[in-house]
T-cell receptor, first 116, second 111 residues
Framework: AQKVTQTQTSISVMEKTTVTMDCVYE???????LFWYKQTASGEIVFLIR??????ENATVGHYSLNFQKPKSSIGLIITATQIEDSAVYFC?????????????FGSGTRLLVSP | EAAVTQSPRNKVAVTGGKVTLSCNQT?????MYWYRQDTGHGLRLIHY???????EKGDIPDGYKASRPSQENFSLILELATPSQTSVYFC??????????FGPGTRLTVL
């Protein structure tokens, strides 16, 4: 069964620095998709970035990028030049690529606090 | 406008009562999902749907039913609500099994 683990419960950084959030996953599939979502203080959940397992290049969107280490089953989220508004809870998620369905499993989340 | 809406946003129910949470999406996505969020557990999948008329069990379906009468609407039904079902419930829509778009959530308290 698929599983996603985020061991960092919370991280505190200073504004304008770079932060990396860790995520490891377990899957039997050779094809899968990895996602990061952000949940703001208001409770809103938004999609940030996706990595397809068959792609070797790390995905990048704005000041979010991924560190995909397939042999380690690891997908880290890197936020560069952090801003106060990046303070939120970040969830890692995975969907297996088989035809059995589109179930997505989420990690327990990492709370990021960005201070001025 | 918000593409995924949920109603009600807050609900207080009594133990043993029936609760229906509604979700509507204007994204024209085939897939819709119901999750619950509890401290320390992240988001856990209750039920999902591939399209109108279909429902599938997620990882924690016990005590919940789902209904997808149309492309736009997906309901979560608690026939006999229990205090353990007190949680925040999120609906989401998506296409092709890729990124999902979430509603604002419903806070349910079962007394």
């Amino acid at each position: 069964a698929q599983k996603v683990t985020q061991t960092q419960t919370s991280i505190s950084v200073m504004e304008k620095t770079t932060v990396t959030m860790d995520c490891v996953y377990e899957t039997q599939d050779s094809s899968y998709f990895l996602f990061w979502y952000k949940q703001t203080a208001s409770g809103e959940i938004v999609f940030l970035i996706r990595q397809d397992s068959y792609k070797k290049e790390n995905a990048t969107v704005g000041h979010y990028s991924l560190n995909f280490q397939k042999p380690k089953s690891s997908i880290g989220l890197i936020i560069t030049a952090t801003q106060i508004e990046d303070s939120a809870v970040y969830f890692c998620a995975m969907r297996e690529g088989g035809t059995g369905g589109y179930k997505v499993v989420f990690g327990s989340g990492t709370r990021l606090l960005v201070s001025p | 406008e918000a593409a995924v809406t949920q109603s009600p946003r807050n609900k207080v129910a009594v133990t043993g009562g029936k609760v229906t949470l509604s979700c509507n999406q204007t994204n024209n996505h085939n897939n819709m999902y119901w999750y619950r969020q509890d401290t320390g557990h992240g988001l856990r999948l209750i039920h999902y749907s591939y399209g109108a008329g279909s429902t599938e069990k997620g990882d924690i379906p016990d005590g919940y039913k789902a209904s997808r009468p149309s492309q736009e609407n997906f309901s979560l039904i608690l026939e006999l609500a229990t205090p353990s079902q007190t949680s925040v419930y999120f609906c989401a829509s998506g296409t092709g099994g890729y990124e999902q778009y979430f509603g604002p959530g419903t806070r349910l308290t079962v007394l």
